[in-house]
């Protein structure tokens, strides 16, 4: 099984059946679809109440995840109505657009509702192209201490750059992943081995990276859905084990994600 960790879909941009199609074209089986307020011009509205809609017409296909403002006080709640009222199976967050760092204690609430709920959260790192957005917040260090704080809390660091230092952080935490969407593969094609390297990395008292890190595409009608195709290929085409590319493209989604998988080398219920 195939699964995107990193989408979004926006209002009035694309239509979500060629969306579906484009999944299908490239044989991804489920995409996480997350929601992102406030909405932005550069990047169209992407509210929770808009993602619902899709996911409810690709229920087999489509996973979302809900958006909160963390710093506001009815956050919590807000989560828990998403999650609980509306299926949504996880948490994004954007530091940057929205204004606050990750390991401010103001947001800790709206990470314990992520632990009580049992949901990833996602968080955006490294840069991001809109001007009102504080790049500062999309350090993927702020991510280490928020580990260290929350050990049962499911982090998931977006866009990992496999020349930065997101690789050493979600080695060193159990709870922290990273997606590979956009950077991983960029720089993967232009250094011949960089991915494999990570991959099979082994080192004594780092978790395996290649049972922490999700495919992830980012696509989205704003950029095109051409990120599809620009991010699995060449997740596909690395020289590594086929168990390390099922890991990576689909079973350590499904895991977190808590879906019932049938694989290549047999059913798994994660």
């Known amino acids: 099984m195939v699964i995107d ?22 044989g991804i089986d489920k995409a996480v679809v ?20 899709v996911v409810q017409r ?11 403002m963390p710093m506001e006080r009815n956050a919590p709640d807000q989560l828990e109505y ?31 509702k992520a632990i009580e709920l049992d949901i990833p959260i996602l968080y955006h790192t490294g840069p991001i192209y809109v001007r009102s957005a504080r790049q500062t917040y999309g350090d993927p260090n702020l991510l280490d201490e928020l580990a ?6 499911k982090i998931v660091g ?24 956009v950077h991983f593969p960029d720089r993967c094609q232009l250094i011949p081995g960089l991915g494999e390297m990570i991959l099979t990395r082994a080192t004594s008292g780092i978790s395996s990276l ?8 980012d696509a989205n009608p704003t950029y095109g859905l051409k990120r599809f195709e620009q991010n699995v290929e060449p997740l596909r085409n690395l020289q590594v084990s086929d168990e390390i590319k099922r890991k990576v493209l689909g079973l350590n989604a499904a895991r977190l994600l808590k879906l019932e998988v049938t694989d290549e080398g047999g059913s798994d219920d994660y």
């Not at 690709?58 to 958006?67: E, N, Q, S, T």
């Open 5 to 26: 960790f990193h989408t979004h879909i926006r209002r009035n941009e694309g239509s979500p059946a060629d969306f579906v199609a484009e999944m299908d074209r490239l």
């Open 210 to 217: 290649a049972d922490k890190t999700l495919f992830g595409s």
């Open 82 to 112: 998403w999650v609980t009222q509306k299926g949504f199976k996880g948490l994004k967050l954007h530091p940057p657009i929205q204004n606050f760092a990750p390991n401010d204690p103001v947001t800790y609430p709206v990470i314990r």
């Open 34 to 53: 997350a929601a992102l307020i406030p909405p932005t011009p550069e990047l169209g509205d992407g509210s929770n109440e808009y993602t619902c809609e």
């Open 148 to 153: 260290l704080t929350f050990p049962e809390a």
């Open 58 to 68: 690709y229920p087999d296909r489509l996973i979302g995840f809900a958006c909160v």
């Open 158 to 181: 977006a866009h990992c750059d496999p020349l930065g230092w997101l690789p050493a952080i979600a080695g060193k935490h159990p709870n922290l992943y990273m997606d590979t969407s």
